[in-house]
Each structure stands twice: as structure tokens, then as C-alpha cells.
């Protein structure tokens, strides 16, 4: 992935671009530590960390929450062939932020890999 594939842009908002396995809607969770600064498998799990705050218009919104930190937002949009993430925080151009990662194994119900079919 180049650092143009950021600039994917879904209702005013700038979203990261992951890819599925060719023809289908299955994320792997190493395409994921592919683009994040933190290794998604180990990752601290809390429970109650990650909650759903909606899924309209095709929308999926999480809400993350830190311990003495502001509760972060990410958003996800699956297409054809790609789940595009947007983070309220820390979002790099060229990597996924703390809380994009925390989400996306929170989806991937700490397994390898999760299908987002059910978001399309």
C-alpha cells in the first residue's frame, strides 16, 4: 500500500484502506501489522474496552477506551475489496493508530482473521 491510498475520502472523512483476501471480505490480521505501529496480537485486552456505538448508512462507529485517557472513536466502511478505517486520534498517513489497532482485533474476536460481509 502506497501513502496515496489514505486519501480515500467516504462523507467528509479521511479513511485508511486495508485489504481483503482477493474475493471476499475476510481481513487477516497480518495485513493489519502490516500498517500498524504495534503488533495487533498483543495487544492489552480489557474487557469492556471497545464498544459499538452504531452501524447506519454502512457506518460501523467503535468507541475505544483508554484508562485515564478520552474515549476514541473509529469508524469502518467496508467496499468491495477494502475495510476503510478513520480514528478520531492519532491516525498516521502511513500507519494505523492505538486505537484503529484495538479496534480491528476487538473485530477480528482476537483470531487471524474476521469476514466483514455482515458490514457491506
Known sequence: MDSQE???????KQFFSLPFVKGTKTLLRSTIDQFANYDSSKLP???????VISFKGGILILAVKEPREKEQRVSFKVTEDLLLVSCSS????????????VSLDYLL????????????
Open 90 to 101: 492519532h491516525q498516521g498517513e502511513c500507519y494505523l493508530s492505538y486505537y484503529a489497532s
Open 6 to 12: 489514505i486519501k480515500i475520502l467516504f462523507n467528509g
Open 109 to 120: 474476536g482476537h483470531k487471524d482473521s474476521a469476514n466483514f460481509a455482515q458490514y457491506y
Open 45 to 51: 485486552y480489557r474487557k469492556d474496552q471497545v464498544h
